[in-house]
Structure formats: C-alpha cells, structure tokens
C-alpha cells in the first residue's frame, strides 16, 4: 500500500487492455507518468475519463493506445479542440463511449459503494441513449410515472492522477479534489505521481487530514516534480498555456504529433 | 439617450437582465460574456441592497466555493440550489434541441466538438438555461441538430429545468416551452429583424415590429468598464484585455 517506487515502476502498472481512469485537467493530471506509459506502448486501453480529458487523453489516442473511448468530452481548453481525438472520430480509430459529466460521476460512486447501479436525473431524449445502450431506464420503484435512467458501476483497473504531495507512509493530499478520492476507492489499483514526499504523516492533524487519500486506497507513488506539466497543478503552478497551444498546432498533422511527442518523451527521459 | 457601447456590452448586459432575480448562477470556465453578465447583476443587486447573487465559475480556484469535488456542481444543481446556467451549441435547432458532439453522422462525425459535457443533465434541472452563441449564422441555428445533446423539451419525466432564453451576437430569442418555438424579441443595434431570418436556419415566431434590444444605461456601463472589466480580470485574462482595447480603440 502506497509503496514509493521510480516512475518506470509506476508505469508498468498499465498494462495492455486496462481500463484507466484519468482526471479532468483541473484536478492534476499525470503528464510525466503518461510519458513513462506511453514508452511502455500499452495497445487498447480503455481509458475512462473523470470526467472530460484534454491533452492527456489526445496524447494516448494520437500514440495508438487507446480503443475504447469513455469521456463527457475531450478539449484542449483555450488552446481549441483536440486534434488527434478529433482525427480518430473522423477514421473510427477507437470505440467511442461519449457521456455526460454527472453520470461519469455516478458510474464510479456506484463501484465506490459497491454497487451495481445508480439512478440519474436527465439524459432521457438525448441521443447519447442511442449508443450508450448500458444504461437504463428503469420506473422509481417509490413513484408511480417517473421513469428514470440508471447508470452501470464503473470499476477502473487502474486510475492515476498527479498531487502536490504525499508522505512518506503513502497517504496523498488531494485538497478538496474529491473526485480523485471517489476514483481511488472505485478503482482496483491507484497510482500516483507527486511533487515531493513529506516526513510527516499527512494524517497527523484534522486539518491536513480532511483533504487526504489514505494510503490504503493508494497502489504506488513515484516522485516527479512539475508532473503535470505542461498542465498545471492546483495550489502548485498554472498550466503553461504558451505551451499547450504549441502542442495543439503541432498534433494538428500525424507528423507533427510525432515530432511533439519525440521532444516530449525525450524531455521527460533527461529528467529521469 | 444613451451612452454609445459596443455590442459585447449589450450582450453583458443583456445576459444581467436575463438572470434578474436569482440567487446562484454556474458558469463555465470558458464563457467570459455569461460571466461578465453574472458579475453585473451581482454588482447591480449589492449596489441597490437586493439579494446577494452567488456565481460559481467552474474550474476557477478564486470564484468556486464548492469543496466536494466535481460531482457537486452536479448534486448542487440536482437539489435545486442552481438558478442560472449557459449552455451553447455546435448547432441549436428551432424546438432548442442542442448538439455539443459533431456535425454529420455519428459517430464518426466529419466535424467534432469536444462533447456534451454536463448538457444532458443540467439542461434539465436548472430552471433558467440560458442559451448563448455569439455567432449568429445557419451554420448553427438548424432545422434539425445532427446529434441531441439535450432536447430543449421533454415529455412524460420530471424535468423541473431548460431553456428560458437564447441570446446571439445579433438578437434576443424567447422560448415557448409548450409550443416548443422560439419567439424574436428584440434585434440588437445594427441588424435588422431580416438579418435575423436571413441567418436563422429554423422557423420562429416574430411580431411585425420588432424592437430594439434595450440599450445599457450610464450606470450600467460605468459598472461594466471599471468594476466588472476588473473582476473578469482573475478568471478571465484575456477577455478583459480585449474589452479594454476594444474601449481605447473605440475611444
């Protein structure tokens, strides 16, 4: 539990066919640990969305990792859309599990609380029914006329985010992020890259403790400082925009993806 | 008479007039104009001693009191404590059905956006959906969406929410939930209600003279180019930048 390991340790934990859980943009995303994985060359990920992704997830698919698609949305924010996701819709390069944010939500809860299912307000007469044919419509049991959808639990085999910290005990700060606490406890392992270790048990005081993951959630932590760069970190660093919108012009063309992703791999190696 | 203002002023203003009366709006992290709105009432109501307006700006650290992680935007919405939403579209169709998700067939659409996002819930249960694009064109206002997102009417489910307005770069719609048509209320300084027809890709109601969308006051824009520009600032750079050129351009 919460073993501190290198990040080609961490990485390994993804392996070929898994379902990933990655973190919306805002809530810290594991870059460098995404450069470590795609060196690993894992093939047909089903990557689970929490519950949009951004550069992450266009970098995984642009790579050819990724076969199943399950995400509210996929954007590269100021930068504009995401061109390699944009690029695999049109060739049909992965299956697509288009969503919508709550039920993202509702399916992890549901694998959180162990069990099957979870009912959801909206969604009915919008065409995301029409492929998402796991979901349900079931009548409140409680109400007469009130038919409503259901969402199955979704258990990740993997999720992994990036925080400012964790301790030495394996506990990671995760602030008022809940989602990552709600990813963790619904996935069957969890790893984490960090900015730094603390000698301190993040449990120690009520105050930091509030805003903790347990150890016991957590499989690995590797250290990697500025490991959501080019993206920011809450609390640590803003995302470097100036950088992302190169990346956005480059992944417009399969060659100029490449080309990114040689300097990104390389940078993150060096770093090693 | 009025002072002179620039249409993105009137649409902020506009936007304020549209949320009037309510106590907690959500916006999105990428929709300046909605939350320069928001920020306006919220400064017209302190100034007045009217109730307090809460705005929530998603993904913001500085404007979003929310501790529970992203799902709580989601249950707050659900426990009816959201007024006001925005939500906009790739393409909106007459009867305010919106598509977030591409143009063509899906799913290998020949044009895709991003997703729907929380669409197809909040759409549902925030009582005043606010539809808004700025581009006014056929392009996005269609007969018929390529892809629902979130239907702008439901029958036969307890939807307490959806639209309430649908406001462009050119004019102010109304929606008759009932009829499931939008009605023109008023055209913009500069277009003229044939613009309006000429770009508009579905059938709506109009009466035979339409007005004006209602200019800002003094007061209003006084507000809009010291206190508002100057919030926006944190959560939106970039805008405010250009609101201040547009300005110094202008002046």
């Known amino acids: 539990m919460g073993e501190i390991v290198s990040l080609e340790e961490l990485a390994a934990e993804v392996t070929p066919g898994c379902k990933l859980a990655v973190p919306a943009d805002y809530c810290g995303v594991a870059m460098a640990a995404t450069a470590a994985i795609i060196a690993n060359r894992p093939k047909d990920l089903h990557v689970v969305c929490v519950p949009v992704t951004g550069m992450q997830g266009d970098m995984l698919i642009g790579e050819g990792l990724v076969g199943v698609l399950e ?31 709550p039920a993202v939500h509702s399916g992890l809860i549901a694998a959180q609380k162990g069990v099957p299912f979870l009912p959801i307000r909206g969604i009915i007469g919008s065409d995301l029914l029409k492929t998402r044919t796991d979901w349900k419509i079931i009548d409140n049991p409680f109400q007469k006329g009130d038919p409503i959808i259901v969402v199955p639990a979704i258990q990740p085999d993997v999720a992994i985010f990036h925080a400012p910290e964790a301790d030495r005990f394996g506990n990671v700060r ?48 590797a ?41 990104f791999s390389r940078r993150f190696r060096e770093a090693a | 008479m009025s002072a002179d203002y620039s249409n993105r002023e009137l ?44 705005i929530s700006i998603l993904g913001s650290e500085e404007h979003n009191f929310f501790t529970n992680g992203g799902v709580e935007l989601f249950d707050c919405t659900a426990q009816g404590r959201v007024d006001a939403f925005f939500l906009g579209g790739g393409q909106i169709d007459g009867e305010a059905n919106i598509n977030l998700v591409g143009a063509g067939p899906y799913p290998q659409s020949d044009v895709r956006w991003p997703g729907c996002f929380g669409s197809a819930f909040m759409y549902y249960l925030v009582p005043r959906v606010i539809l808004f694009r700025e581009e006014h064109s056929s392009r996005v206002f269609v007969p018929k969406v390529d892809y629902i997102s979130a239907p702008g009417v439901s029958d036969g489910i ?53 007005p004006e969308t209602k200019a800002p006051d003094a007061a209003t824009l006084e507000l809009l ?10 959560s939106y750079p970039s805008f405010a930048d250009m609101l201040r050129a547009e300005r110094k351009a202008a002046a």
């Not at chain 1, 470097?240 to 490449?258: H, N, Q």
């Not at chain 2, 929709?31 to 100034?47: I, T």
């Open chain 1, 174 to 221: 995760i602030g008022r992020r809940r989602e990552l606490v709600t990813m963790a406890q619904a996935a069957k392992a969890t790893i984490v890259t960090v900015e730094r270790i603390s000698e301190t048990s993040l449990l120690a005081s009520e105050d930091s403790a509030a805003g903790v993951l347990p150890a016991l959630y957590v499989t690995k932590i």
């Open chain 2, 11 to 54: 649409i902020i203003a506009t936007v304020a007039d549209l949320l009037d009366g309510v106590r907690h709006v959500a916006v999105g992290a990428s929709s300046p104009m909605p939350a320069a709105g928001a920020m306006l009432l919220r400064a017209r109501n302190e100034l007045a001693k009217k109730q307090r307006v809460r």
């Open chain 1, 223 to 263: 250290v990697a400082p500025r490991g959501a760069w080019p993206l920011g970190l809450w609390g640590e660093y803003a995302v470097d925009s100036a950088e992302v919108a190169r990346y956005a012009a480059m992944a417009k063309t399969p060659e100029g993806f490449a080309a990114y992703m040689d300097g």
């Open chain 2, 158 to 210: 307890v939807r307490p929410g959806g639209p309430h307005a649908m406001l462009t770069g050119m004019c102010l719609f109304s929606f008759d939930k009932e009829r499931k048509r939008f009605a023109l209320k008023s055209v913009h300084r500069g277009f003229t209600a044939r613009d309006v027809r000429e770009n508009t890709g579905f059938d709506y109601d109009a009466p035979d003279i339409v």
């Open chain 1, 71 to 101: 995400t509210s949305a996929v954007t590269l924010g100021e930068a504009g859309g995401a061109p390699r996701f944009q690029d695999g819709v049109r060739k049909g390069a992965f299956k697509l599990m288009d969503a919508t944010c």
């Open chain 2, 225 to 234: 180019r010291g206190r508002i520009t100057e919030e926006l600032s944190e």
